[in-house]
């Protein structure tokens, strides 16, 4: 279920990140939060005001806290663990990968603050590559909510699914996509908008997803009908419904908050190239480092606003022919 | 039977003595374990040719101690939800934790012949998900010792009397989530963790104080908020034993950390103490050579 007209969501995703902590705590006494001296950015403070016993906040160390978050599911806790993705991803990669996939642990990731959201935070907290570095660990499952509508439907998955999952979370606005009560399917896009005759499909995921809605309102002006599917789970990814949109709409745009060198793009090519190769354009940052800025600038500077997007879809329906 | 030696044992300044409880009896199985553990040790390494056999010879007095009446656990029920965990964090020095539970009857003693073998049980770090009583994965160096406070803290908010121990490695303190960890259990009144530094003194490359002094363990984990053990002789079942009660007993709220200065190799002299013990070919003459030699160690008891 899809709102009939884009809107700013009416609370800051952390607010709902922490209402629903709060709410998952109730129905599952085994679920714990940890931070690394984050949970002011991250607004948990609630949850540890309610939940003193079972908040952990394990000061600045990234990879202690992966490694108490595991041994904690081991022993049956159902551990949510934040810090800024940058953190999450790179500093503690070893801890994800060994102590916790490696070892079959149940440690449920957040890292927040993804891509251009990092905003002023710059280039040192400005993760492009932090769903990269979890891609390439085996089992692990992957996901970038879109709304908050999603994002609780998301952490309650999570709560009561065994694995070690990440989840990279925008910390502050976002645009409302799904209508409240809307459910959804670990490693099946969402259909977004479609179109019998879609000339193109744009793969979106996070805030690209309402950027490519935006664009695909310019693209219609000029008679190119699109799909747009919502990627929010990059792994396992949802290969039938990308194969499917290159075989039915014969070109392929991917719109990522993300470098496209592990990202969402080089997880869709992979699929795309092995079974239907069709052209395809990648929109994304391109081998460069995070900088300050606001969202707009950032996404100017970063080929990632919606008229880039429409110059994608453009570039790639023409090379169709 | 009271022994009724003193041990030169100190804790936080003070002398200690041996528990009247501990029988002669329980030292010698004690004692006759650990040369159990390295000789089923070497075997199994031997069988491969080559693995991490100095610091499965150092650790092997530990692991007795734990798997003979310090420890809660139940072989054929290696999953058994009121036993206490062991984070082996030096996770190379699985051969001796695996000829410990293979002895113990956690699986069978052939699988010790497989060690690194395709398709083995047993590979050359210990791992939770193929061994049967191995209870946290190890091998990436500074790990286990997040993971045991992890589990002792969640037995402290579940108020389970499961204790958690840990094994590190003296070079394996050079990473720093060693020290990320030594400030967070503390921190957390983890008095359920009892931690064991093998302070042997060589690393791969040599000795430690050649590479990266770790200098006073026992100093530095004190300053970090430690109940401090200081064992001068890390291989003497008898003080182990006794340093587990008090950590056991203590009351100070504080983790434990038992420093056990112990000897690399220990039990085979080709390598006892030098630089070439870390993981060395162990050829079917030197087994022979170090079985014989370990044997009198046996029978000497």
Same mark, same amino acid.
């Given at each position: ?38 949970? @002011? ?34 022993? +049956? ?22 102590? @916790? ?61 065994? @694995? ?16 409240? @009560? ?82 969402? +793009? ?36 970063? +080929? ?18 | ?53 100095g610091g499965?010879m150092s650790v092997?007095d530990v ?26 964090s030096k996770?190379?020095c ?5 000829? !410990? ?18 398709? %083995? ?45 840990l094994i590190l490695g003296d070079g394996e303190s050079q990473?720093?989530?060693v ?16 931690a064991f530094v093998d302070y042997n003194k060589l690393q791969?490359?040599?000795f430690c104080d050649?590479?990266c002094a770790m200098g006073d363990m026992a100093a530095k984990f ?6 401090v053990q200081n064992l001068e002789d890390g291989n003497d079942?008898?003080a182990i034993?006794?340093a ?6 203590? !009351? ?5 950390m038992i420093v056990l200065n112990t000897v690399k190799g220990l ?6 103490g030098? %630089?070439?013990s ?24």
């Amino acid at each position: 279920m899809i709102v009939k007209e884009l809107q700013p969501e009416s609370q800051e995703m952390r607010a709902a990140f922490c209402d629903r902590l709060i709410e998952l705590a109730e129905t599952h006494p085994e679920l714990m939060v940890l931070d690394a001296d984050l949970m @002011g950015a991250m607004g948990t403070k609630p949850f540890l005001a309610r939940y003193p016993d079972r908040t952990v906040d394990c000061g600045i160390q990234e990879a202690n806290m992966v490694g108490v978050a595991v041994g904690l599911s081991l022993a +049956g806790k159902i551990p949510f663990a934040h810090t800024f993705a940058t953190f999450m991803s790179r500093r503690a990669t070893d801890q994800i990968f060994i102590s @916790g996939a490696y070892s079959k642990a149940n440690v449920k990731l957040i890292g927040s603050d993804p891509g251009i959201t990092a905003k002023t935070n710059g280039g040192t907290h400005m993760p492009f590559e932090d769903m990269g570095i979890m891609r390439g660990i085996p089992q692990m499952t992957i996901i970038e909510p879109t709304d908050i509508t999603m994002l609780k439907w998301v952490m309650g998955w999570m709560a009561d699914h065994y @694995g070690m999952q990440y989840m990279r979370l925008v910390r502050r606005e976002c645009t409302k996509i799904y209508e409240d @009560g809307t459910t959804f399917e670990i490693g099946k896009a969402m259909t977004v908008r479609d179109d019998a005759d879609a000339d193109v499909t744009i793969i979106a995921s996070g805030l690209c997803v309402a950027n490519a809605m935006k664009a695909a309102d310019e693209l219609a002006k000029s008679g190119i009908h699109t799909r747009i599917l919502d990627m929010f789970t990059w792994k396992p990814l949802d290969d039938e419904a990308v194969v499917r949109a290159a075989r039915e709409t014969g070109a392929i745009v991917v719109a990522e908050n993300h470098n496209i060198t592990t990202g969402l +793009g080089a997880a869709v090519s992979e699929t795309v190239v092995r079974n239907a190769p069709v052209p395809m354009e990648l929109i994304g940052i391109h081998d460069r480092f995070g900088q300050v800025g606001t969202l707009e600038y950032l996404a100017e500077q970063y +080929g990632m606003t919606v008229e880039d997007i429409v110059h994608a879809a453009r570039r790639a329906v023409d090379r169709k022919h | 039977m009271k022994v009724s030696f003193q041990l030169n044992i100190f804790i936080n300044g003070e002398g200690y003595i041996v528990s009247e409880k501990l029988t002669e009896d329980h030292i010698k199985d004690m004692r006759r374990f650990s040369w159990q553990i390295r000789m089923e040790a070497i075997r199994c390494i031997a069988a491969f040719g080559l693995g991490h056999v100095g610091g499965s010879m150092s650790v092997a007095d530990v692991l007795s101690v734990l798997y003979n009446g310090e420890m809660k656990f139940d072989p054929s029920d290696p999953q058994w939800e009121e036993r206490d965990l062991l984070v082996l964090s030096k996770g190379h020095c699985a051969p001796a934790l695996y000829a !410990t539970l293979a002895l113990k009857g956690f699986f069978p003693m052939e699988w010790l012949k497989t060690m690194n073998k395709n398709g %083995t049980h047993l590979p050359s770090h210990a791992d939770r998900l193929l061994v049967p009583g191995i209870d946290m994965s190890a091998g990436s160096l500074g790990q286990g010792g997040s993971v045991a406070a992890g589990m002792a803290l969640a037995f402290k908010l579940d108020k389970k009397p499961n204790n958690v121990y840990l094994i590190l490695g003296d070079g394996e303190s050079q990473e720093g989530q060693v020290w990320e960890m030594a400030l967070f259990a503390p921190q957390h009144h983890l008095d359920n963790l009892i931690a064991f530094v093998d302070y042997n003194k060589l690393q791969l490359d040599g000795f430690c104080d050649d590479i990266c002094a770790m200098g006073d363990m026992a100093a530095k984990f004190e300053d970090f908020g430690w109940f401090v053990q200081n064992l001068e002789d890390g291989n003497d079942v008898v003080a182990i034993h006794e340093a587990i009660e008090t950590a056991k007993t203590q !009351t100070t709220g504080k983790p434990s950390m038992i420093v056990l200065n112990t000897v690399k190799g220990l039990g085979w002299s080709e390598i006892q103490g030098k %630089t070439n013990s870390h993981a060395p070919a162990v050829s079917p003459q030197q087994l022979e050579e170090a079985l014989a030699e370990l044997q009198r160690h046996y029978d000497a008891i």
